[in-house]
């Protein structure tokens, strides 16, 4: 019996990919950074989201909520988009397509990270790190809120709550909050309300 099972856990750990190339993970990540670069070149070569509203009408704003989550994702600047937003429409209005988009955003982050995670074995690398590290308190609100607020704080802490395998719920309303400020402060800006 004790050697069924140990057979079982083998080929469990045998489908665990170490390769990057056989990742779905890693090939989700490659598909999010081409599409980001797709999505910064159409805005940008449009004239922006002003020149977009022009060409394609009031709803643009919509269509720029995912645009907003991938680019918020990949490695690009999605600011521009969040200020153009309200350039476009208005504080309040611009506030809620960018709150929207960076909502979004997280979901998408976790979910990748997550799927990563699978693929790469995590639970066997994070029990190799140090004592301190294996107690980081990814699933802690006061973390999950706060440290979004940091210079490349989303990434952490979307990455974090996927590898760590946060509770979806614990994840999303905690996103729901912490994204609130961030979509406000870029929102004021494109607004010139400063």
Known sequence: MESANSVRGSCR???KTNSVF???????????VLAGAV????????????ALREAYGYWIGVALVPVLAILAVSPFPS????????????????????????????FVQYFVARRTARDFDFDAARS?????L????AHHPVFLIC?????????????????YEVPL????????????PYAMLFAAIGANLF
């Open 128 to 132: 190799r790190l140090p004592q301190w």
């Open 169 to 180: 719920r614990r994840h999303a309303w905690c996103a729901a909050i912490s994204c609130v």
């Open 134 to 137: 294996q107690r980081f308190p």
């Open 13 to 15: 750990n045998m489908n």
């Open 147 to 163: 440290a979004r607020w940091i210079p490349w704080g989303p990434h952490l802490v979307n990455t974090a709550a996927g590898v």
């Open 79 to 106: 600011e521009f988009v969040i200020m153009g937003l309200s350039t476009v429409y208005g504080f309040w209005l611009g506030a809620a397509f960018s709150w929207l988009g960076l909502y979004g955003a997280a």
């Open 22 to 32: 056989r990742s779905r993970g890693s090939w989700l990540i490659l598909l999010i």
């Open 39 to 50: 999505f910064l070149w159409w805005v940008r070569s449009s004239g922006g989201p002003e």
